[in-house]
């Protein structure tokens, strides 16, 4: 049968789906017995420590910085709630203890816990003595029989040491006739009201427009592409960095335009737009369906031809795309959070070889671990932070040790940025740059502050961290409006393309605050 298609097969099948979630809730509210719940979830998990985990450490006043104890400490904001049908009482618990449910911390010790009650409640804390079961051991918390009526709760604000900031918090215990569960939403304080008849009205509503779509896509035949797509094949190379927006809004360009095929490989800004430099000026028939990514403008001097970025006599053109950030690593050991752009520069000017001699407490040899010539990451830090100098030659194979004695200090050069980082992270005293949203879960090492500000995409201007770039995407010429690089390109810059950037830690160029800021970053 004809109508037997992709797109008509999903629309009936979500059809159904629907109509089995509209019956699935008439069903529930009518045969499911009502049950007793009591519902919890983390609204709070945060370090009050000395070091806050993400390579910056806060500031602390009173006795956060007085009492003992607190280097590793953090809080969590456990809610306790009757989300059931029915009410719980002292009885309805089923743990053989006095104590009705116990929190367990993975990894992390209890050292207090304060108890607050919902409003109208004030008669619960009466049960939050230790003669009622509150008492407090190692990893666990435990927690009294406490009454609860259908949507009451309160609220534990336990003190923690050790462990990981966000690792597992479990309750545990058992209700009659019911049990004790996690849960979520969309507010700290509230519950929305379940199949209330708002949301059955909506449900409703919801249903009839999946039909009423469903009915179109069954009768309307083909439909064409979105407007921009175009088939065919391209290729995508240059900054490593960038490679990971790229490889996803490849697969979401060609998820919406059937037909055409993108494939991704990054080896580097330098080598990018020197390949598409190449092989358009070598190209008979119109210019390559080629894209190369660059972290920062196309450097003068290159084979990009007169036109720059206009395009004009078979030059590289470029578009913006979107503002990344960058990050200097150090080793976790290294006893220095913040460097000024002048010690900085005198580092890599090879004047400066210990970490003592730029704040450091002690004395720690420096080891630069940094990217080959060909790195637009490398690229950024020489033109935005060193003032077009140069790093100073590799010195090093093993990242350890000189093999030219002559060398004020210790360099050696990787080829991607998950060596660097790599290296960094197992060699003391190490300095190295990379792309600001691949370090945010590292361990090992430290992001770096500059100047006083922290690695972000916050400010402009004079007020920005200064180790940022705009990525730009060149081709050779402007592309043909019906090409695969010029569809590519408008969707990156456009729609969905840029929620793709965005969720990877780049502001992109297109939006009201990206236009901007892609100014001020010239």
Known sequence: MEWVNAENVIAVGTFAVASSIAFGQWWYERMVPRRRRIGYRVQLDTAIGDDDGTGGGNTRLGLFDEADGMDEASVVLLRIENDGALSV???????????????????????????????????LMSHFTPAHGLEYSGSSLRIPRVPLNKGAYFKLLVLLSGGTVGSQVTVSGGVQDGDVHPNESLTPDEKPPVFSRPARLTSMAFLVGIALLAGLIVTGGERPPPMGCATGSLEVTGSTAFAPVAEELAEAYMEQCPGSRITVAAHGSTTGLRELAERGAAAKDGAPALVALSDGPAPEGQETGEGGETGEGGSLAGTRLAVSVFALLAHADVPVRNLTLADLRRIYAGEVNDWREVGADRSLPIVLVGRGAASGTRDVLQRRLLKGAFEPPASSRDCSRKDNPKASVIRCELDTTDQVIATVARTPGALGYSELRTTSTLEGVRRLSLDGRRPSLDGSGHDAYPYREIEYAYTYGRPPADSPAAGFLAFATRGPGQDVVRTHGHLPCGTPEGLRVCGAAD
């Open 89 to 123: 009482s002292a009885g309805d618990y089923t743990s053989g203890g006095l104590h009705g449910m116990t929190a367990t911390f993975d990894g992390r010790e209890v050292h207090g816990v304060a108890v607050t009650v919902g409003p109208g409640s004030g008669a």
